[in-house]
């Protein structure tokens, strides 16, 4: 049984040696430019996709606080996409035209984590990603079949939902645990008063395919811990979910020293049927309009399992039977069996409670400690199809491959440097590829050309294909991916490659005779077209490009991209306006504003569209009050 942990204080120094000592000679490079060694070349070749080739899988890696997500091709690791999701975008308009704009919900900017598949029976589906917001407490769902993000949802109560958004077997439910405690609706309470008016609200969110909107089915007023990465059950523990806690010492100031004092934190256990079957009868209060269950009166489907100090998550083996957590300051990944829990539950085998929440008896429940030599700071564990995990060591800058059955070190290989994650191919699914990792470092010293003092993140390519490791791939990542996942490209199947043209939408107009403009009262409405190389905005009038106003017109322009090609995109962006938004094939937008600067002020098409595109413009003209 583990007995020793690692002080904060020396696992900083640990990670500064190790960083000050391993280099890019470490990893088998090759130190002089234009060179390569036999190795680099079958590297090389491992990850080569030619051109005019596509990759077998998407890796979709979270974009952190530039509140986006990034879309990679596996195994070449080319970035292909940026996905606007919690923040503007310049690039493509995203959160200037009307529908992205209130999506946004007037944030300018996001924490985007903990990226996951919808799933079908514990397969990844290939029909939506869902996405946390840690800095402003949303949840997004992004459809692939646009690659766009569909519908964002500020939840209440949950605040920094950083432990991801963490979906059951069938897309059941999403569950958004807390990063931080505070009172309910965030309403003040001083710290001295911690322990009774604060809570860990865990929120459950449904995602409605017919209407594309997410909703709030009911929360959790969990204990005023911190909450940290967490996993849903698989086969016979799909009615299960587990989620890793910190800070049980109830720390309200100075947590790298006050949040380390005990000896263990816990693994919440829960039956999310058996928590919505209780909101179906009705055991719950109404908090702020809000369905809330306290795990106090329930006497049910909650429990706590002890775990090593402050895990950075769990993760949920892929035949549903076992749940693997790693204390940050302790050198041993934890192996706890379903069965083994489900068994101490029915014969209560407990050693108390915890704010009214039995604590299971960790021995009851621990099937084994797996501590490889030397390995220090498990992260994040993963997956392959032959029964064997891969753990991300923070400290030791590694990953580390161990059998889950026997918890025999396979293989180890370092990376470049500090691992936070990692994602296997399918890692999170039933049914693992055992193909590919990306490790996701946090550190880059060394990788790259200097860009300054900001140096980008590190994503590393590794082939498990045979019995040993390989790292045949390295490719910077700016900013930071907190979480990824892979997939199988042929499970995202057919995005559309044109909108198809949509005859309700009256906002929308399909030919060159139909754009016009009409004036309500101090309302004018703008019914336009974009086709190479033109705008139509009133197809009756001797000047089709032109859009007239007065001072202080409520101001609504309508624009479809009527040219249905692929890959055909037309942008609008007004000088001196700051309005900018980019129509896709098929598609219409709107974007709405107030004139309310006189003067003249072109307009143009921001994306080159055709050899005439500079020709792709026109003028809005506001007249003055006066």
Same mark, same amino acid.
């Given at each position: 049984?583990?007995?020793?942990?690692?002080?904060?204080?020396?696992?900083?120094?640990?990670?500064?040696?190790?960083?000050?000592?391993?280099?890019?000679?470490?990893?088998?490079?090759?130190?002089?430019?234009?060179?390569?060694?036999?190795?680099?070349?079958?590297?090389?070749?491992?990850? &080569?996709?030619?051109?005019?080739?596509?990759?077998? &899988?998407?890796?979709?890696?979270?974009?952190?606080?530039?509140?986006?997500?990034?879309?990679?091709?596996?195994?070449?690791?080319?970035?292909?996409?940026?996905?606007?999701?919690?923040?503007?975008?310049?690039?493509?308009?995203?959160?200037?035209?009307?529908?992205?704009? +209130?999506?946004?919900?007037?944030?300018?900017?996001?924490?985007?984590?903990?990226?996951?598949?919808?799933?079908?029976?514990?397969?990844?589906?290939?029909?939506?990603?869902?996405?946390?917001?840690?800095?402003?407490?949303?949840?997004?769902?992004?459809?692939?079949?646009?690659?766009?993000?569909?519908?964002?949802?500020?939840?209440?109560?949950?605040?920094?939902?950083?432990?991801?958004?963490?979906?059951?077997?069938?897309?059941?439910?999403?569950?958004?645990?807390?990063?931080?405690?505070?009172?309910?609706?965030?309403?003040?309470?001083?710290?001295?008063?911690?322990?009774?008016?604060?809570?860990?609200?865990?929120?459950?969110?449904?995602?409605?395919?017919?209407?594309?909107?997410?909703?709030?089915?009911?929360?959790?007023?969990?204990?005023?811990?911190?909450?940290?990465?967490?996993?849903?059950?698989?086969?016979?523990?799909?009615?299960?979910?587990?989620?890793?806690?910190?800070?049980?010492?109830?720390?309200?100031?100075?947590?790298?020293?006050?949040?380390?004092?005990?000896?263990?934190?816990?693994?919440?256990?829960?039956?999310?049927?058996?928590?919505?079957?209780?909101?179906?009868?009705?055991?719950?209060?109404?908090?702020?309009?809000?369905?809330?269950?306290?795990?106090?009166?329930?006497?049910?489907?909650?429990?706590?399992?002890?775990?090593?100090?402050?895990?950075?998550?769990?993760?949920?083996?892929?035949?549903?039977?076992?749940?693997?957590?790693?204390?940050?300051?302790?050198?041993?990944?934890?192996?706890?069996?379903?069965?083994?829990?489900?068994?101490?539950?029915?014969?209560?085998?407990?050693?108390?409670?915890?704010?009214?929440?039995?604590?299971?008896? &960790?021995?009851?429940?621990?099937?084994?400690?797996?501590? *490889?030599?030397?390995?220090?700071?498990?992260?994040?564990?993963?997956?392959?199809?032959?029964?064997?995990?891969?753990?991300?060591?923070?400290?030791?800058?590694?990953?580390? +491959?161990?059998?889950?059955?026997?918890?025999?070190?396979?293989?180890?290989?370092?990376?470049?440097?500090?691992?936070?994650?990692?994602?296997?191919?399918?890692?999170?699914?039933?049914?693992?590829?055992?193909?590919?990792?990306?490790?996701?470092?946090?550190?880059?010293?060394?990788?790259?050309?200097?860009?300054?003092?900001?140096?980008?993140?590190?994503?590393?390519?590794?082939?498990?294909?045979?019995? +040993?490791?390989?790292?045949?791939?390295?490719?910077?990542?700016?900013?930071?991916?907190?979480?990824?996942?892979?997939?199988?490209?042929?499970?995202?199947?057919?995005?559309?490659?044109?909108?198809?043209?949509?005859?309700?939408?009256?906002?929308?107009?399909?030919?060159?005779?139909?754009?016009?403009?009409?004036?309500?009262?101090?309302?004018?409405?703008?019914?336009?077209?974009?086709?190479?190389?033109?705008?139509?905005?009133?197809?009756?009038? +001797?000047?089709?490009?032109?859009?007239?106003?007065?001072?202080?017109?409520?101001?609504?322009?309508?624009?479809?991209?009527?040219?249905?090609?692929?890959?055909?995109?037309?942008?609008?962006?007004?000088?001196?306006?700051?309005?900018?938004?980019?129509?896709? *094939?098929?598609?219409?937008?709107?974007?709405?504003?107030?004139?309310?600067?006189?003067?003249?002020?072109?307009?143009?098409?921001?994306?080159?569209?055709?050899?005439?595109?500079?020709?792709?413009?026109?003028?809005?003209?506001?007249?003055?009050?006066?």
């Amino acid at each position: 049984m583990l007995k020793k942990y690692i002080s904060p204080a020396i696992c900083g120094i640990l990670s500064g040696l190790l960083a000050a000592t391993l280099s890019f000679a470490d990893f088998g490079g090759s130190s002089a430019p234009g060179t390569a060694s036999a190795s680099d070349a079958i590297n090389a070749q491992a990850s &080569y996709v030619p051109f005019g080739q596509k990759d077998s &899988y998407y890796l979709f890696a979270s974009g952190g606080h530039s509140g986006q997500l990034y879309v990679y091709g596996i195994p070449s690791m080319r970035k292909i996409r940026t996905i606007p999701v919690f923040s503007p975008d310049t690039a493509s308009g995203y959160g200037f035209d009307d529908k992205t704009k +209130k999506m946004l919900g007037g944030y300018t900017w996001g924490d985007l984590h903990h990226p996951a598949f919808s799933e079908t029976n514990g397969e990844y589906n290939g029909k939506y990603v869902f996405a946390s917001d840690v800095a402003n407490n949303r949840i997004a769902v992004v459809d692939l079949k646009t690659f766009t993000t569909e519908d964002i949802l500020q939840t209440p109560n949950t605040v920094g939902p950083h432990c991801a958004a963490f979906v059951t077997q069938n897309s059941e439910y999403v569950f958004l645990p807390t990063r931080f405690s505070a009172p309910v609706g965030q309403q003040y309470a001083p710290l001295d008063d911690f322990d009774s008016k604060y809570k860990g609200v865990m929120s459950a969110i449904q995602f409605n395919e017919q209407t594309k909107k997410l909703e709030l089915a009911y929360q959790v007023a969990l204990p005023p811990w911190s909450y940290d990465l967490s996993d849903a059950g698989k086969k016979e523990s799909g009615d299960w979910a587990v989620l890793t806690t910190y800070n049980t010492e109830e720390a309200t100031t100075n947590l790298e020293i006050s949040a380390s004092q005990k000896d263990r934190d816990y693994i919440v256990l829960f039956n999310w049927k058996e928590l919505a079957q209780d909101v179906k009868e009705g055991k719950y209060d109404m908090v702020d309009g809000v369905k809330m269950i306290d795990p106090a009166k329930l006497q049910s489907g909650i429990y706590l399992v002890p775990v090593a100090k402050s895990p950075h998550g769990v993760d949920v083996s892929p035949d549903g039977k076992y749940f693997i957590a790693s204390g940050k300051l302790a050198p041993a990944m934890t192996v706890f069996s379903f069965a083994k829990a489900f068994d101490a539950i029915k014969n209560q085998k407990f050693t108390g409670k915890d704010h009214g929440i039995p604590v299971l008896d &960790y021995n009851s429940v621990m099937e084994r400690e797996v501590n *490889p030599e030397n390995a220090l700071g498990p992260l994040h564990t993963m997956f392959d199809d032959q029964g064997n995990a891969y753990t991300a060591m923070f400290i030791s800058s590694e990953i580390v +491959k161990w059998n889950i059955a026997t918890g025999e070190t396979l293989d180890r290989i370092p990376v470049q440097y500090a691992p936070g994650h990692l994602a296997t191919a399918e890692g999170d699914s039933v049914s693992p590829d055992g193909k590919w990792l990306v490790s996701l470092n946090k550190l880059s010293k060394d990788n790259f050309l200097s860009v300054g003092p900001s140096h980008p993140e590190t994503l590393q390519l590794i082939d498990l294909s045979g019995s +040993k490791m390989k790292l045949v791939q390295t490719v910077p990542s700016d900013p930071e991916p907190h979480y990824a996942q892979i997939i199988k490209a042929d499970k995202i199947k057919n995005p559309i490659n044109v909108y198809p043209k949509d005859p309700n939408n009256q906002d929308a107009v399909w030919d060159t005779n139909s754009p016009h403009i009409e004036r309500h009262g101090n309302e004018v409405d703008v019914y336009g077209v974009a086709l190479r190389s033109k705008f139509i905005m009133d197809a009756k009038s +001797k000047r089709p490009d032109l859009i007239q106003v007065k001072q202080g017109d409520k101001v609504v322009i309508h624009l479809t991209n009527i040219d249905l090609d692929e890959d055909i995109t037309h942008g609008f962006g007004i000088n001196n306006y700051d309005i900018n938004m980019e129509v896709q *094939p098929g598609e219409t937008k709107t974007v709405t504003f107030i004139a309310d600067k006189p003067g003249t002020f072109p307009f143009y098409c921001t994306n080159f569209c055709s050899a005439l595109h500079q020709e792709m413009s026109g003028y809005l003209l506001v007249e003055p009050k006066s």
